[in-house]
């Protein structure tokens, strides 16, 4: 399976837009409101499901292309959100991630869903 480069999606979907003259209504809030809607469109293939049927969705070929698909539109807009907004995704999922292991240390939460506060 081959790796995402983020950098990568960033440049083509900065070209998809261009390309379609769509900039102008790349504004954060737009794309954050449509991430927004992806995300529920994403919680509709869960949405009723058991646990144990949840789990099971990749052995569903139709439902697992459905889960693929919102994922790559999420994803899709959580990259385009970043570049309009000037996010550096690659810094800031790092730093974030130094954080959460300041926050959650493996040896005093494992086991654990509880959240801790910042």
């Given at each position: ?7 990568e999606?960033?440049?083509?979907l ?105």
């Amino acid at each position: 399976m081959a790796e995402l480069d983020l950098g990568e999606i960033r440049e083509f979907l900065r070209g998809f837009a261009a390309d379609r003259d769509w900039d102008q209504f790349h504004t954060p809030k737009n794309l954050a409101m449509a991430l927004a809607g992806e995300a529920g469109e994403l919680l509709e293939i869960f949405q009723w499901l058991t646990p144990e049927e949840s789990s099971a969705i990749a052995g569903d070929p139709v439902r697992a292309r459905a889960l693929a698909d919102e994922l790559v539109d999420i994803l899709q807009y959580v990259v385009r959100l970043a570049d309009v907004a000037g996010v550096d995704l690659d810094a800031a999922f790092w730093a974030k991630f130094e954080e959460n292991a300041r926050r959650y240390p493996a040896d005093e939460v494992r086991g654990s869903a509880e959240k801790r506060s910042g």
